[in-house]
């Protein structure tokens, strides 16, 4: 099946810095979404972006599908960003493999 | 239009006994799907169902099952539950005859079995 691996694993910023969290699939998709899970375990949709480039306020996220790689730009962060950001994939189907995500803590 | 909900929020097991948890799919979404996310981990995929019958199933053993009813709501039944067996369960819910879209979660049912 298609293993998908993400780093860095843990990331920790001041609040105000940028970050760039990445996305490795080692198969063809296209279907990649990205998540971001708050402390309490709730799981947000940020962005469904098989290919090119999208943009919500301070987050975008850009993936080179012909490359198998997508990336995840957080931009000015806050506290309320910190949790755990996730990359899923699957190929013809909303059936996801998730990635073990990237921690991001940001401190004031 | 209501998102998905998930039901009860925290459930207490012992092992060996069973669980039944529910999930009402977003309006108009006719497609839900079961993901296990035990700690520290990303989630994993259960099984999905398509207009009642089950449309895919990930590497998880039979004592998982789960129903679908007319109005796209579901359930998830794990039997015979084992310490392993703890974890968030989320649920999701998309407009399957649409084709690839994006995952809308409910906010998941935590299980701890002791």
């Known amino acids: 099946g298609i293993q998908v691996e993400q780093s860095p694993p843990d990331l920790i910023l001041q609040e105000g810095a940028n970050s760039t969290l990445r996305c490795n699939f080692s198969d063809s998709v296209n279907n990649l979404q990205w998540f971001h899970q708050n402390p309490w375990g709730q799981l947000i949709n940020l962005f469904y972006i098989p290919s090119g480039t999208k943009q919500n306020g301070r987050l975008s996220a850009t993936t080179v599908a012909t490359e198998r790689y997508s990336l995840l730009y957080i931009s000015s962060s806050q506290t309320t960003d910190s949790g755990v950001y996730f990359c899923a994939v699957g190929y013809n189907t909303d059936k996801l493999i998730f990635g073990t995500g990237t921690r991001l803590q940001v401190f004031p | 239009e209501t998102g998905v909900t998930q039901s009860p929020t925290h459930l207490i097991k012992t092992r060996g006994q069973q669980v039944t948890l529910r999930c009402s799919s977003q309006?108009?979404?006719?497609?839900v799907s079961w993901y296990q996310q035990a700690l520290g981990q990303g989630p994993q995929f259960i099984f999905q169902y398509y207009r009642e019958e089950e449309n895919g199933r990930g590497n998880f053993p039979p004592r998982f099952s789960g129903l679908q009813f007319p109005n796209y709501s579901s359930e998830l039944n794990v039997n015979a539950l084992e310490l392993d067996d703890s974890a968030l369960y989320l649920c999701?819910?998309?407009?399957?005859?649409?084709?690839?879209?994006?995952?809308?979660f409910g906010n998941g049912t935590r299980l701890t079995v002791t």
């Open positions: 309006s108009g979404h006719n497609t």
């Open positions: 999701a819910s998309t407009r399957g005859d649409s084709g690839v879209s994006p995952l809308h």
